[in-house]
């Protein structure tokens, strides 16, 4: 945790010339905003899953809790899951994620997707209209699907019926600034566009700015909260989380924003 901080102390030291930058970065992110042409999936109902903060909200476990209550209240429902692959090698060109793919291909978070949503479809493609449309095809589907798009609040290029956006319960309080001087990639007031807010990692702590802000914005607001119940191998076998009880254990972890987790 120790990077954490330098890096704080070096953000405090070079503040001022980078929130210069974050005026740079909203006025190119609104200027994309306002002239990318938009573009709806064919045969699709699209939930956008995003967030307004850089790191991790939980976008991904909430993804994961969102195709499973839909496959269970509609079990011939065909779900897409819709995705950037961030850094993956299958980005490129589209890759339809299988359980046999590697992270290399896939990438982390869409091979996750798929492991715990085996009766969806879980592509990834940097342009993801052509991905869809690709694999569509490929698969020759021509009943309507559910597509949940990961990720998808920034993502202009796409047409979306819902728009949910989940804020970070344990960083909201300390969020102001617009990267990179902070870690917003848009500011509070872009929840105008949001059809629902979910409070993810929620605790009753924060209930203050959970009114404040419904009262803002007027939406409907969501508390989604995280409990582990279970220990996962890397093949899923699972096991319950008292087996480490006084035990010594190293734990780590890639996701963005993990204070929670060491917690």
Do not use: C
């Not at 005026?23 to 899953?49: E, H, M």
């Not at 909430?62 to 065909?78: C, D, M, R, T, W």
Request: no cysteine; charged share 25%; proline share 5%.
């Amino acid at each position: 945790m120790n990077s954490f901080s330098t890096l704080s102390i070096l953000q405090i030291i070079l503040f001022p010339i980078l929130y210069v930058f974050s005026f740079l970065y909203r006025a190119l992110f609104l200027l994309d905003q306002k002239f990318t042409k938009k573009k709806k999936l064919p045969g699709a109902f699209v939930i956008s899953v995003g967030n307004l903060s850089m790191g991790g909200t939980g976008k991904t476990p909430f993804s994961i809790f969102l195709a499973k209550l839909i496959h269970k209240k509609f079990p011939n429902q065909k779900i897409i899951i819709l995705s950037r692959g961030y850094n993956a090698k299958g980005s490129l060109r589209g890759h339809r994620v299988g359980p046999h793919s590697t992270p290399m291909e896939a990438g982390d978070e869409p091979l996750l997707l798929k492991k715990h949503l085996p009766f969806a479809e879980v592509w990834i493609g940097k342009d993801r209209y052509s991905s869809y449309i690709h694999f569509r095809e490929e698969l020759r589907m021509r009943e309507n699907s559910i597509v949940i798009l990961d990720d998808g609040f920034q993502h202009h290029v796409l047409e979306r019926d819902v728009d949910l956006v989940l804020l970070d319960s344990s960083k909201i309080s300390k969020e102001r600034f617009l990267i990179p001087a902070g870690n917003l990639r848009e500011p509070i007031s872009s929840l105008i566009r949001a059809d629902q807010i979910i409070f993810s990692k929620y605790e009753s702590s924060i209930e203050k700015i959970v009114q404040n802000i419904q009262n803002k914005f007027s939406k409907e607001i969501l508390r989604f909260s995280l409990e582990p119940d279970k220990l996962l191998s890397p093949n899923l076998q699972s096991d319950s989380p008292k087996i480490l009880s006084g035990k010594k254990v190293y734990a780590f972890t890639g996701i963005g924003n993990p204070e929670v987790f060491f917690r």
